[in-house]
């Protein structure tokens, strides 16, 4: 029968195809390799960052931003963007300073502690795509990347995670 339950795979539609088994296997990909960064720099420093706020932290850049600026990134609202902003300057990776460009605004700017914690993410993810191709071969990796890249529109490129994911 078509659309059954699986009771050995619980919440997945058992179809005559995979179709739905890439989303699925994308997000899970995704999920660990986020689960493993965030607990590896827990490990090195850093045990209360979350992945909103490296979404949060990328949408800030490196020459600040606004927290409207960080809301539209985000595809937040302005006060959902602020409350992670809160967030981030509560825990000493972000702090707020007058614009030298209009004194009626406050940018954004990560702190040297939230450079750091962006410099180690990258670090922990060169770690832990190595331990993939380790795992499914260099060029497998590569070719996999590769194809990625070739079906996945420019436009999907966007930190909006809160709006796909249907947060706010």
């Known amino acids: 029968m ?9 919440n997945q539609v058992v ?12 997000f899970a990909g995704f999920r660990a390799l986020i689960d493993r960064l965030h607990a590896e720099l827990a490990r090195q420093g850093h ?6 706020h490296g979404f949060a932290m990328q949408a800030i850049g490196a020459g600040g931003a606004t927290a409207s ?4 990134r ?22 707020r300073a007058d614009d030298p460009a209009d004194a009626r605004r ?6 040297p502690h939230g450079v750091d914690a962006l410099r180690r993410s990258a670090v922990i993810f060169e770690e832990l795509r190595a331990e993939w191709a380790e795992r499914i071969g260099a060029g497998r990796l590569d070719a996999l990347q590769d194809d990625l ?12 995670a809160a709006g796909w994911l249907g947060g706010s």
């Open 149 to 160: 890249s070739a079906v996945i529109p420019p436009e999907a490129f966007r930190l909006d």
């Open 2 to 10: 078509d659309n059954m339950v699986d009771e050995k795979k619980v």
């Open 47 to 52: 045990p209360d960052l979350r992945p909103a």
């Open 15 to 26: 179809d005559k195809g995979k179709g739905y088994e890439l989303p699925l296997l994308l």
């Open 74 to 95: 985000l595809g937040v609202s302005k006060q959902a963007a602020g409350k992670t902003v809160d967030r981030l300057v509560a825990l000493g990776y972000a702090a």
């Open 106 to 111: 406050k940018l954004i700017r990560l702190t």
């Open 69 to 72: 600026e960080v809301g539209r």
